[in-house]
């Protein structure tokens, strides 16, 4: 079956750590999202990828870091920096991130906490 | 550019209707709408395309006003599984294409 995989479904991090959130799809799909949600703020754009080798900053970037090396993985790290990092992260994908009209694909998404 | 839903909370009695509103500040090229049970991932109901288009899903359907840059959505009959949050995500135009941007949610509860 396609779909969009997320893992771990719970971290913990202490103060300080850099900790990676996984993301892979099977979609075949070209654009790939991470958001955070937090309660009462909706979702909120991290960083965003439409091709292989390239991303763009959402709206909350500092704090975070992803990679794109191929199509079907876009790993999210959550670094030192980001100074409130607990919260629901939530993996995407699209069919074409140049398009309009197609629908967004979630992962089952990954609590963070830290301890 | 996050589009405003209200109203934030809804409560229904199973087979009663409710409406959600979705409106933006800019023009907009489509408006998604997803539902988000507790604790998993957002599952897409339906897109509304610039033109006014009406789509279906179930017993819910959606409008899109483009020269008010608003849509609402409309949950007929509900059902108990219905509940959930609902968020409606824009796309703007003159923005980087298939980026949405979302709203803060309504959240939905049908009791039997």
């Known amino acids: 079956d396609g779909g969009i995989t997320q893992s771990p479904k719970y971290l913990f991090r202490k103060e300080g750590q850099n900790v990676t959130l996984s993301c892979e799809q099977n979609?075949?799909?070209?654009?790939m999202y991470w958001y955070r949600q937090d309660p009462g703020q909706g979702l909120r754009l991290i960083y965003y990828s439409q091709i292989v080798n390239d991303f763009q900053k959402g709206d909350i970037a500092e704090g975070y870091s992803v990679s794109r090396e191929k199509k079907e993985s876009f790993p999210l790290t959550v670094t030192s920096a980001q100074k409130n990092p607990t919260a629901f992260y939530l993996c995407a994908s699209s069919a074409q991130g140049g398009a309009m009209n197609t629908e967004a694909f979630f992962g089952q998404g990954t609590r963070l906490t830290v301890v | 550019q996050q589009p405003v839903q209200s109203p934030q909370a809804v409560i229904l009695r199973e087979g009663e209707d409710a409406v959600i509103n979705c409106s933006s500040s800019?023009?907009?090229?489509?408006v998604h709408w997803y539902r988000q049970k507790h604790g998993e991932a957002p599952v897409f109901l339906m897109i509304?395309?610039?033109?006014?288009e009406q789509k279906g899903h179930e017993k819910i359907s959606a409008s899109f006003n483009e020269k008010k840059q608003q849509s609402s959505l409309y949950l007929t009959a509900s059902q108990l599984s219905y509940s959930g949050t609902y968020f409606c995500g824009t796309e703007p135009r003159g923005s980087t294409l298939g980026r949405l941007y979302f709203g803060r949610g309504t959240q939905l509860t049908v009791w039997p």
């Open positions: 509304l395309l610039k033109g006014g």
């Open positions: 979609l075949n799909h070209d654009a």
């Open positions: 800019k023009a907009l090229y489509s």
